[in-house]
């Protein structure tokens, strides 16, 4: 997700009290950013949230229960945006939950209109870090397993064809470049005909 500048930020509220949503609102409108919804924490919410799609969550809860939570939690999973929680009160079960759900900012007894801007910022920053961490390990994963395909092919060649390594590699590589395909997926292609000729 880019980092947008003020207005066209889009950010919703998930709170149940307006008076405490006035605050975050406030805040928000100060700070420059006019695009602000408020969403009562209620039934639906998660399909309400990913109808609006906004760039950011505000969730402003007064005593969290553990099934709001949960449901909070469920929001963070799934809609992958950056989210940044407001509690009166906490304990450390509920602190880890929230981390290990992807809130990107977990503010205990910290709702001070002045202070929002600064929040949004961080929330936004650390949720931007996180993805990045996000992306690469799924490309090291990718690449890994890239990897293990292309040293079974490369065996497979190996002994079928009597190659060293290197020729096998030449091959597969070679191939793919004549049908404009990745390594890995002459590899796979070769994997998965090994295994029906077994």
């Known amino acids: 997700m880019s980092t947008k500048t003020h207005s066209p930020l889009q950010i919703v509220i998930v709170d149940d009290s307006p008076i405490r949503a006035a605050i975050l609102e406030g805040g928000l409108r100060e700070a420059g950013?006019?695009?602000v919804l408020r969403i009562e924490a209620t039934a639906d919410l998660l399909a309400r949230i990913s109808a609006v799609d906004p760039?950011?969550?505000?969730?402003?809860?007064?005593?969290?229960?553990?099934?709001?939570?949960?449901?909070m939690f469920q929001v963070s999973r799934v809609v992958k945006r950056p989210i940044a929680m407001f509690v009166d009160q906490s304990d450390a079960a509920s602190?880890?939950?929230?981390?290990?759900?992807?809130?990107?900012?977990?503010i205990v007894?910290?709702?001070?209109?002045?202070?929002?801007?600064?929040?949004?910022?961080?929330c936004i920053s650390r949720f931007n870090a996180f993805s990045r961490l996000q992306n690469e390990l799924e490309?090291?994963?990718?690449?890994?397993?890239?990897?293990?395909?292309?040293?079974?092919?490369?065996?497979?060649?190996?002994?079928?064809?009597?190659l060293s390594e290197e020729q096998a590699y030449d091959l597969l590589r070679r191939t793919a470049m004549n049908e404009n395909k990745k390594i890995?997926?002459?590899?796979?292609?070769?994997?998965?005909?090994?295994?029906?000729?077994?």
């Open 109 to 122: 007894d910290g709702l001070k209109k002045e202070r929002i801007k600064s929040i949004l910022d961080l």
């Open 33 to 35: 950013y006019t695009n």
């Open 184 to 198: 890995a997926e002459i590899a796979q292609s070769v994997v998965t005909a090994s295994e029906m000729f077994k």
């Open 55 to 71: 760039d950011v969550i505000l969730i402003d809860l007064e005593n969290p229960s553990r099934d709001v939570l949960e449901q």
């Open 139 to 162: 490309q090291t994963k990718s690449a890994l397993e890239d990897r293990k395909i292309i040293d079974r092919a490369k065996g497979i060649l190996m002994k079928r064809k009597n």
């Open 95 to 106: 602190i880890q939950a929230s981390v290990d759900a992807g809130v990107s900012a977990y």
